[in-house]
């Protein structure tokens, strides 16, 4: 089984809906992330958190919420969705440590028309 | 704020040898860590520095100057599955990490 999973793998909604990305992992790490990549771009940081009760905003976390519901799980949600969140969206996690390597889920491809 | 700068694109035949580099602008830098992307996958970790130098895992190697602010992956003994994006990523001590935009390498035969 995957240590890092995220649901649904692929989403396609309309603008102004509400829409939950999940991820959970089996790693026992602290460390949550949510990632957004777009084509040919690098993967820019939305959110992150180091325990249950600590989350940070990341570089693009306008329009993006985000929930820590247990240390194995982090959702990430998008209230109104708007066509230019079209993009695909990684969760990852990591150890305690500063040098701990990242582990990535699957992805989940989100289309908004 | 973070920046990173790599060359967008990378073309090399089988079994040659190919330099990735890699250039970072950051504060609280901690460490330099490459990852692999093949195409709709999630990127997979490959190499880690922290001091100046060069790591050595199989026929990946990375390197980093601190003074310089700069890395490179090294691939060496190419075979087609190497076909794929590579992305630096400077780790801070913030303990998150800043990623660069990606090359994508293509290996022909």
């Known amino acids: 089984d995957a240590d890092v999973t995220q649901t649904p793998r692929n989403r396609i909604t309309k603008t102004g809906k509400r829409i939950m990305l999940e991820c959970s992992q089996t790693k026992g790490h602290d460390r949550m992330y949510w990632y957004r990549q777009d084509p040919g771009l690098g993967l820019q940081l939305i959110y992150y958190?180091?325990?249950?009760?600590?989350?940070n905003k990341g570089e693009i976390s306008d329009g993006y919420s985000v929930s820590r519901q247990a240390q194995a799980k982090f959702s990430l949600s998008l209230e109104s969705a708007i066509p230019n969140q079209t993009a695909l969206y990684f969760c990852a996690t990591s150890g305690r440590g500063r040098t701990d390597t990242q582990y990535f889920g699957p992805g989940t491809r989100l289309t908004v028309l | 704020g973070q920046s990173l700068e790599q060359p967008s694109e990378v073309t090399a035949v089988e079994g040659a040898i190919v330099q990735i580099n890699c250039t970072y602008q950051?504060?609280?830098?901690?460490?330099l860590s490459w990852y692999q992307q093949h195409d709709g996958g999630a990127p997979t970790f490959l190499s880690y520095?922290?001091?100046?130098g060069l790591e050595e895992t199989g026929r990946f190697s990375s390197f980093l100057s601190r003074s310089d602010s700069y890395g490179y992956l090294l691939l060496q003994e190419l075979q087609m599955k190497d076909s794929a994006s590579y992305f630096c990523?400077?780790?801070?001590?913030?303990?998150?990490?800043?990623f660069g935009d990606g090359t994508t390498l293509t290996v022909k035969p």
């Open positions: 990523a400077v780790n801070t001590n913030a303990g998150k990490s800043t």
């Open positions: 958190s180091f325990d249950v009760k600590d989350i």
């Open positions: 520095n922290a001091l100046d």
């Open positions: 950051t504060s609280g830098f901690y460490g």
